[in-house]
C-alpha cells in the first residue's frame, strides 16, 4: 500500500531537484506567521474508494502553497514557478516503485493581495486493501442451491 507520507516525500524532493533547499524553505503544517520566503507549504488531500475487497481507488490533490521572495516580481516568480511545476511534475511521477498519472494541474493567486500563488496537482491511483484471505477469514466452501426449472 501507498503511504501518505512516502507521496509527500516524493513530492517534496522532486521540488527540491528545482528550487534546493538551501534556498528555498518547505513546510508541511500551517505556520501563520515567522516562515522565511520564498518557501512551499504542501499539503495532501485524500478520498479512498472501497472498489472490491482487494483494490481500493484513490483521488488524490497535492495542494503546494508558494510564497515568493520578498525582494522579487511575483507576477514573474509566480510564472516561473508555475512553469518548474508543469516540468517537474509532467504526466506522472514517481513514489518509491510506482508512478502516480497526473490527471490535471491548476494554479491560482491567493491572498488578499492576490500574492500567494498556489498549484493543485490531482491524481487517481489503485491500491491495495489489505485483505489477506488467508488471514482466519470464514469462507464458504460449499454452497447447494435448489434449481426448479419451469417449462
Known sequence: MLKQMDILAAV?????TK???TTTKYYTDEIVEGFKQPCFFVKLIKSRNTETKNV??????????YFADESTNKQLAFLDCEDDINDLFGTSFSVEDRHLQINSISAERIGE?????????????FDSTGYDGDAGYDLMETLNTNYINKI
Open 113 to 125: 493581495n492576490q500574492d500567494i500563488l498556489q498549484v493543485t496537482i490531482s491524481t487517481n491511483y
Open 12 to 16: 517534496i524532493a522532486l521540488l527540491k
Open 56 to 65: 481500493n481507488s484513490n483521488a488524490l490533490s497535492i495542494i503546494l502553497t
Open 19 to 21: 528550487y534546493p533547499a
